[in-house]
């Protein structure tokens, strides 16, 4: 029994519509069923929304702050409007104007009354010489920043997923054709024609599994078949075709899957596999 091919499992995956065919056969062979699963479990994965990244507490921006020696104007954590609760309050000192993110330090690691002047709403206040004086326990600097880098990739990274999923409409179908099979054969299929969104044209085939005596190639045919073009050849069982710009599909509209010979050759072998006329 021949499988489905990669392409035919892919999309499937990712919900185009099912051919009659390929469902008898995924309900017939447990391996493509199987391997079908696999990517759809995949794809649900990749489609899933991404969870809240959670805000970094307090401390990190102390830390950061004191490492960099930065201002008094810049001492306020700038994340401390996305987090709620108690984890989010801070320590106003009325002489510095400082903030002291609550931790959960012991109290004999926090700051006394003494060293900041009084206290108030329960914390210390912290005074800025104090702290420098004394060994740091926030986070070091480059553990930080390497935090901050990480959460900013991953928040890029959820939003350029959702932006991919936004913007990239399906294609619409413009023509589609039934390929029927020709004498000596008994392999079907199907072409259609879409139009992506940024204009271009391209013809989709998928056709049976058919031994060959060399290569499968596609063509677009002329109503009496004495003109054609050839579109290129067909890899497996399904394949997609950018078409010409200044190809006219209703001067060809004829759908043809043929059996080539490997001997240099570029002209239809006249046998031909499958056969449908487009229709709009």
């Known amino acids: 029994m021949e499988h489905l ?12 519509t099912r051919d009659p065919r ?13 391997e079908l699963a696999s990517l759809e479990r995949v794809v649900r994965a990749g489609r899933a929304p991404e969870p809240a990244l ?25 994340l401390a409007g996305s987090r709620t609760g108690a984890q989010g309050r801070a320590a106003v000192g009325p002489s510095s104007g400082l903030a002291a993110p609550v931790d959960d330090a012991s109290p004999s690691d926090r700051p006394s009354p003494s060293e900041g002047g009084g206290s108030r709403g329960g914390a210390g206040v912290v005074d800025l010489d104090a702290r420098r004086r004394r060994p740091r326990r926030g986070v ?4 930080a920043a390497a935090a901050a880098a990480a ?12 932006q991919r999923v936004g913007l990239e409409p399906d294609p619409t179908v413009l023509a589609t054709a039934e390929l029927e099979p020709l004498e000596g054969y008994s392999a079907r299929g199907s072409a259609e024609v ?5 204009g271009t044209r391209q013809l989709v085939v998928r056709t049976d599994p058919a031994a060959v005596d060399g290569f499968k190639e596609v063509w677009l045919l002329a109503p009496d078949a004495q003109r054609m073009v050839s579109l290129g ?9 950018v078409l010409p710009e200044n190809l006219d599909v209703g001067e060809f509209p004829v759908v043809d899957v043929s059996n ?18 487009l229709e709009a």
Request: aromatic share 6%; net charge negative.
């Open 260 to 277: 080539e010979p490997i001997d240099g050759d570029p002209t239809h072998s006249g046998d031909s596999i499958v056969r449908g006329v």
């Open 140 to 143: 070091p600097y480059p553990l």
């Open 233 to 241: 050849v067909m890899a497996g069982d399904e394949a997609v075709f």
């Open 5 to 16: 091919s990669e392409e035919s499992l892919t999309l499937l995956a990712l919900g185009e």
């Open 22 to 34: 390929n469902q008898q056969h995924l309900d017939a062979c447990p391996d493509c069923a199987a």
């Open 54 to 78: 959670a805000a970094p507490g307090p401390e990190v921006w102390a830390a950061i702050h004191a490492e960099l020696g930065l201002s008094a104007d810049v001492a306020d954590d700038p």
């Open 151 to 162: 959460a900013l990739f991953v928040g890029g990274l959820s939003v350029w997923g959702a």
């Open 194 to 198: 879409d139009e992506r969104p940024d």
